[in-house]
Antibody
Framework: EVLLVQSGAELRKPATTVKISCKVSGYIFSDFYIHWVRRAPGKGLQWMGLLDPANGETFYAASFQGRVTLTADTSLDTAYMDLSSLTSDDTAVYYC??????????????WGQGTLLTVSS | QSVLTQPPSVSAAPGQRVTISCSGTTSNIGNNYVSWFRHLPGTAPKLLIYENTNRPSGIPDRFSGSKSGTSATLAITGLQTGDEADYFCAVWDAGLNAVVFGGGTELTVL
C-alpha cells in the first residue's frame, strides 16, 4: 500500500521559515515525482512545485519562486518542503502528492494527509 | 486569478446529471492531459479522472471526463448528496513549466 505521511501541524511567526516532511512507503521513492499542493482558507488548490527524487530536479510555481525549496533524502524515503518569508497568506493546509504520471501528466493518485500551517504573530 | 477557468458553483437535484467545465489555452489544456479532483476541506483531495478520460480504480462510472480543444468537462450522473464537494481541474502548462489548477467549482446537490 502506498502511503505518504506528513509531519504535524505548525505554528510560525511572520518572516520565519517552515519545513514540512513527507515520508513515503509502499513504492520505490525515486521512481515517481513528488508534488506539493496547498489549500488556503477560502481559496482553491494551489500547486507549489515538484521534485524528482531520483536526481533532485525541481520545478517551482512562479508565485513561490525564491521562497520554496523542495528536497529529498532517499536514504529516508522522505521529501521536504521549505517555505520562507512566511506571511499570514501562507496559512493553509499543505499536501505532498505522489504522481504516477510523467512530469507533464498530473496523475495525483496518492496524497499525504495534509499539514496545517498557521502563520500568526 | 487562475489560468484555468471553472464556474464557481453548480447545483442539481439528486439523481440528476451535472457538468463542470474547465477552460484553458493551447499552452495547457490544448496540448496536455487534464486531471480532475474532488476536495472536501479537512480531507485529502481525491483523483477522479486522469489523462482526460480515465478513471482510477474505485471511482464509479458516474464520473466521466472529456476534452475538446482548449476545454475539458467533468460530468457526474446520478447525483448523490455525498457528491457535494469542491471540484478542481488540473493540467501541465508548457508556457509556465508548471501544473495549474482551475479555481474550483462548488457542487451543491439540492
Amino acid at each position: 500500500e502506498v502511503l505518504l505521511v506528513q509531519s504535524g501541524a505548525e505554528l510560525r511567526k511572520p518572516a520565519t521559515t517552515v519545513k514540512i516532511s513527507c515520508k513515503v512507503s509502499g513504492y520505490i521513492f525515486s521512481d515517481f515525482y513528488i508534488h506539493w499542493v496547498r489549500r488556503a482558507p477560502g481559496k482553491g488548490l494551489q500547486w507549489m512545485g515538484l521534485l524528482d527524487p531520483a536526481n533532485g530536479e525541481t520545478f517551482y510555481a512562479a508565485s513561490f519562486q525564491g521562497r520554496v525549496t523542495l528536497t529529498a533524502d532517499t536514504s529516508l524515503d522522505t521529501a521536504y518542503m521549505d517555505l520562507s518569508s512566511l506571511t499570514s497568506d501562507d496559512t493553509a493546509v499543505y499536501y505532498c502528492v505522489m504522481s504516477s504520471g510523467g512530469i507533464s501528466v498530473p496523475i495525483f493518485n496518492h496524497w499525504g494527509q495534509g499539514t496545517l500551517l498557521t502563520v500568526s504573530s | 486569478q487562475s489560468v484555468l477557468t471553472q464556474p464557481p458553483s453548480v447545483s442539481a437535484a439528486p439523481g440528476q446529471r451535472v457538468t463542470i467545465s474547465c477552460s484553458g489555452t493551447t499552452s495547457n489544456i490544448g496540448n496536455n492531459y487534464v486531471s480532475w479532483f474532488r476536495h472536501l476541506p479537512g480531507t485529502a483531495p481525491k483523483l477522479l479522472i486522469y489523462e482526460n478520460t480515465n478513471r482510477p480504480s474505485g471511482i464509479p462510472d458516474r464520473f466521466s471526463g472529456s476534452k475538446s480543444g482548449t476545454s475539458a468537462t467533468l460530468a457526474i450522473t446520478g447525483l448523490q448528496t455525498g457528491d457535494e464537494a469542491d471540484y478542481f481541474c488540473a493540467v501541465w502548462d508548457a508556457g509556465l513549466n508548471a501544473v495549474v489548477f482551475g479555481g474550483g467549482t462548488e457542487l451543491t446537490v439540492l
